[in-house]
């Protein structure tokens, strides 16, 4: 057996596309929503990832099971930078009212989803890929189950504290109308930039 890492790439998900014309499946990772114990979850399907992954936050607000790895391993990123993957637990989720699932994931700190599954669960399943549909196709249980991609998942936002804007006209607040008309300047300039890159 070799011994070393298992490299994981944090990938953008929404990348913006160059050509209006380019449909958006060609370039887009799977992404969707599930339900997780009744909360919304966001979940990649990515075939070329060799592992099933939870966010960590997410196991521990779920409160779900953890227990040790039977084979840790180390995951680097590209900045050099590693972590030991020390712990697992059981997901279970749904797509629909009536489709559960469960896979194993490993417990890591990611940015990029709630849950990604990888090849485990795509081999696990038996389950068929679209390329040109960007859809996967699974059977559970005698019924036939399409999943199809978001478009896009918007972040989620915090709600917003009601404050009252600020007046730029008083005394008080001349530094921070400066600092606005700087940061104004810089982003116009930064546009500009862009676009003669084009």
Same mark, same amino acid.
């Given at each position: 057996? /070799? *011994?070393?890492?298992? &490299?994981?790439?944090?990938? =953008? /998900?929404?990348?913006?596309?160059?050509?209006?014309?380019?449909?958006?499946? #060609?370039? !887009?990772? &799977?992404?969707?929503?599930?339900?997780?114990?009744?909360?919304?979850?966001?979940?990649?399907? $990515? +075939? +070329?990832?060799?592992?099933?992954?939870?966010?960590?936050?997410?196991?521990?607000?779920?409160?779900? @099971?953890?227990? $040790?790895?039977?084979?840790?391993?180390?995951?680097?990123?590209?900045?050099?930078?590693?972590?030991?993957?020390?712990?697992?637990?059981?997901?279970?989720?749904? &797509? !629909?009212?009536?489709?559960?699932?469960?896979?194993?994931? $490993?417990?890591?700190?990611?940015?990029?989803?709630?849950?990604?599954?990888?090849?485990?669960?795509? &081999? $696990?399943? #038996?389950?068929?890929?679209? +390329?040109? *549909?960007?859809?996967?196709?699974?059977?559970?249980? +005698?019924? @036939?189950?399409?999943?199809?991609?978001? @478009?896009?998942?918007?972040?989620?936002?915090?709600?917003?504290?009601? /404050?009252?804007?600020?007046? =730029? *006209?008083?005394?008080?607040?001349?530094?921070?109308?400066?600092? /606005?008309?700087?940061?104004?300047?810089?982003? @116009?300039?930064?546009?500009?930039?862009?676009?003669?890159?084009?």
């Amino acid at each position: 057996m /070799v *011994e070393g890492y298992n &490299f994981f790439m944090q990938p =953008l /998900v929404n990348i913006p596309r160059l050509n209006e014309e380019e449909d958006w499946r #060609r370039t !887009s990772i &799977f992404q969707t929503r599930v339900a997780c114990q009744g909360r919304l979850c966001t979940l990649i399907i $990515d +075939g +070329g990832s060799c592992s099933n992954l939870a966010l960590e936050e997410l196991v521990e607000k779920l409160n779900l @099971k953890t227990e $040790d790895h039977p084979n840790p391993y180390q995951i680097a990123w590209v900045n050099d930078t590693s972590i030991l993957v020390s712990s697992r637990c059981l997901v279970t989720f749904n &797509f !629909s009212n009536n489709f559960e699932l469960s896979a194993w994931c $490993d417990v890591l700190p990611m940015k990029v989803a709630h849950i990604m599954l990888g090849r485990p669960w795509l &081999f $696990d399943e #038996r389950v068929q890929h679209d +390329g040109y *549909e960007n859809t996967y196709t699974l059977v559970r249980n +005698g019924r @036939k189950k399409i999943l199809r991609p978001m @478009k896009e998942i918007p972040p989620h936002k915090q709600p917003e504290e009601k /404050v009252a804007p600020l007046k =730029l *006209e008083e005394p008080s607040n001349i530094l921070i109308k400066k600092q /606005v008309e700087v940061l104004e300047r810089t982003k @116009k300039s930064s546009m500009m930039n862009l676009e003669s890159k084009r």
